[in-house]
């Protein structure tokens, strides 16, 4: 697990494009039924969840 603490805003704005992406990407592909690891949606929608977390909690520290 990636630590989202030490990263800075930008870097997790950017973070979470590439993972909603990834996300997107893996639903295109189970549609198709190409893929075999059905936990990596599962991962990438937690990580996304942690990351908007993350982002959310430094919002409401900074106000």
Not at 1 to 20: C, H, N, P
Not at 34 to 62: M, S
Request: proline residues 0%.
């Amino acid at each position: 697990m990636t630590d989202f603490k030490k990263k800075s805003v930008k870097d997790l704005e950017k973070l979470i494009i590439d993972k909603r992406e990834e996300l997107r990407e893996f639903r295109f592909k189970s549609a198709g039924s190409r893929t075999r690891n059905v936990r990596e949606g599962r991962n990438v929608r937690r990580e996304v969840a942690q990351i908007l977390t993350e982002l959310n909690a430094r919002t409401k520290v900074a106000k």
